[in-house]
């Protein structure tokens, strides 16, 4: 799986939107960009997840550039409920379950 | 639809000790995995079961931890002798094996939180 690498610490205020980074120029043609948040003294949870077009639900928009180095996780209106640890992984999409590689992520802070 | 559960939430033990955790993943999910979080870094994964057998256990440490799946339902992940490096916070998540979705996506507990002293 593809290394990803993401700034160590942003902050946000609430009502603004958060855009979170994230490299990864060695990804690969068949390699998913996948975003988990982490909410302190919880499991980490799915937020979103994509291919080469951008994605958007109900939790956040992600853009992937044109030539898929780099992407983008946007939290639209952050809430002091969005502060947590942003993690962005690269992976193959094998069609079962498979693990999932954690870097150290983007530690968010939404501030009033 | 119930979360992932596990227990204990918080363990204190000395080293040398042994130690049990306990996870219940979420109903009908095929795959469970174990992850290991230490502070200030992302989970690492530990070993990862399909229904009751082992898929990966290339990170765990097999001379102090073992885990098992008997049912392929509850899982339990043993460390027997702790050292003072397991402190930690242990993760189980689960997710089913839809071969005919993209994407698996993986639920996870609250954990456990080992102290080593």
């Known amino acids: 799986d593809a290394k990803t690498t993401q700034p160590p610490s942003m902050d946000c205020a609430e009502g603004r939107a958060a855009n979170l980074p994230c490299n990864h120029s060695?990804?690969?043609?068949?390699?998913?960009v996948y975003w988990y948040r982490q909410i302190h003294s919880q499991g980490p949870q799915y937020i979103i997840h994509?291919?080469?077009n951008n994605e958007t639900n109900e939790m956040a928009s992600l853009i992937i550039t044109e030539d898929r180095k780099s992407s983008t996780l946007i939290l639209p209106h952050a809430t002091l409920r969005d502060t947590a640890v942003y993690y962005c992984?690269?992976?193959?999409?094998?069609?079962?379950?498979?693990?999932?590689?954690f870097g150290t992520g983007t530690r968010l802070q939404v501030m009033l | 639809e119930a979360g992932v559960a596990q227990s204990p939430r918080y363990k204190i033990i000395e080293k040398r000790q042994s130690v049990a955790f306990w996870c219940n993943p979420i109903?009908?999910?095929?795959?469970l995995y174990w992850y290991q979080q230490i502070l200030g870094q992302g989970p690492k994964l530990l070993i990862q079961?399909?229904?009751?057998?082992?898929?990966?256990d290339s990170q765990l440490p097999k001379d102090r931890f073992s885990a098992e799946r008997l049912k392929g339902v509850d899982s339990t992940l043993k460390i027997q002798p702790a050292k003072l490096e397991d402190s930690a916070v242990y993760l189980c998540?689960?997710?089913?094996?839809?071969?005919?979705?993209?994407?698996?996506?993986?639920?996870f507990g609250p954990g456990t939180r080992l102290t080593v002293l």
């Open positions: 994509g291919l080469k």
């Open positions: 109903s009908g999910h095929a795959t």
């Open positions: 992984i690269v992976r193959v999409n094998t069609g079962t379950a498979s693990k999932l590689t």
């Open positions: 079961f399909q229904n009751n057998g082992v898929v990966d």
């Open positions: 060695t990804i690969s043609g068949n390699e998913y």
């Open positions: 998540a689960s997710s089913p094996n839809l071969r005919q979705s993209s994407y698996n996506e993986q639920f």
